[in-house]
């Protein structure tokens, strides 16, 4: 049996180079290491250098409006008060109402008192708030220039009422007033009065509510 063949020992110049080898490792290394603290790539830029100055020019939000909408969100239009579902129709204007005066018939006999009433139309294309109440209402009898009667003279407990009139809507006093055939005066309303004449006068009734006046009158005969 041989003997194992034995290990060449190196060279003291290996040893060197190797030595060499490894202190240039390491330089490499610690140098690695003070630029990665010094200059670590993953820091962030500095806010000031990539954030743009703000303008000069832009004023300063006030506390009042620090709950509004950024400068650059479309504006809110303001709500129009025509537009608002709360404020409801409109007050009735005399361009909106057609106002006429009716009586149930046109000749009445001797001792028959004529029944009158007021016909409203909104003649408009939108509802319409209106008083038509007795406070607001007014009945009056001519006989050419000369008139006779108004309801108002000697009116007792006047009324509101407060309705909407559709667009277009048509509606009639209910309950028809009654005229007693007399003459009437503020002054007169707890006296005898005196009857308006028959035998085929001829009368005429207006009509007004809320202001605006009849279109025309409503003829009748008294015998």
């Known amino acids: 049996m041989t003997d194992a063949p034995r290990r060449r020992r190196q060279s003291p110049a290996v040893y060197r180079r190797r030595r060499l080898a490894a202190a240039l490792l390491a330089l490499i290394v610690i140098g690695l290491v003070v630029w990665l603290v010094v200059a670590p790539p993953w820091r962030s830029a500095p806010a000031a250098d990539t954030a743009p100055a703000p303008a000069a020019s832009a004023p300063a939000p006030s506390t009042a409006a620090s709950d509004a909408p950024p400068s650059n969100a479309p504006a809110t239009p303001e709500p129009s008060p025509t537009a608002s579902a709360s404020d409801g129709p409109a007050e009735c204007t005399p361009a909106d109402i057609k106002v006429e005066a009716l009586s149930d018939k046109s000749e009445y006999a001797q001792g028959e008192n004529p029944q009158l009433s007021i016909r409203l139309t ?22 050419g220039s000369d008139v006779w009667w108004r309801s108002t003279d000697c ?29 009437s005066s503020v002054g007169s309303c707890d006296s005898e009065r005196a009857f308006a004449p028959g035998g085929g006068a001829t009368y005429h009734l207006s009509v007004s509510i809320g202001g605006i006046p009849s ?7 008294l015998q």
Do not use: H
């Not at 407990?157 to 509606?171: I, K, W, Y």
């Open 215 to 221: 279109t025309g009158t409503a003829s009748f005969i």
């Open 155 to 183: 009116q007792s407990e006047p009324s509101d009422m407060e309705v909407t009139l559709a667009a277009g809507q048509t509606v009639t006093s209910s309950a028809p007033l009654t005229w007693d055939r007399t003459r």
């Open 122 to 143: 909104n003649s408009s294309a939108n509802p319409c708030t209106m008083n038509v109440g007795t406070s607001a209402q007014s009945f009056t009898v001519t006989s």
